[in-house]
């Protein structure tokens, strides 16, 4: 099998998931690309991230989502120190979660 670890990324996937026309598609996408478990991981992962930045201590977390200490820990450590992409998108949520 090829080794992919020193393989330039490729930059069709997100170009293409760019494309699709709405959260349906997008829904469909991912469940023909993604096991269930790898969309569900996802899934849950972006759930931390919003209650993390909503200011919700593991324990609730956890009581919300089941995730593990590990995911929260490492979610919470991509709203910190990742691109910043995560933190802005959740924080957008946050904010037109006041607005509403």
């Known amino acids: ?24 598609e997008c829904r469909q996408f991912f469940e023909d690309l993604c096991t269930v478990s790898e969309a569900r991981a996802m899934e849950q992962r972006f759930d931390v991230a919003i209650l993390l930045t909503e200011g919700k201590i593991y324990n609730e977390i956890l009581g919300c989502t089941g995730a593990s200490s590990a995911t929260i820990s490492r979610v919470s450590r991509m709203l910190s120190g990742g691109t910043g992409v995560l933190r802005s998108m959740t924080e957008q949520i946050a904010k037109e979660d006041e607005d509403k």
């Not at 099998?1 to 349906?24: C, F, Q, T």
């Open 1 to 24: 099998m090829a080794r992919l670890d020193h393989k330039k990324p490729s930059m069709a996937l997100y170009e293409n998931i760019l494309k699709l026309k709405n959260v349906d």
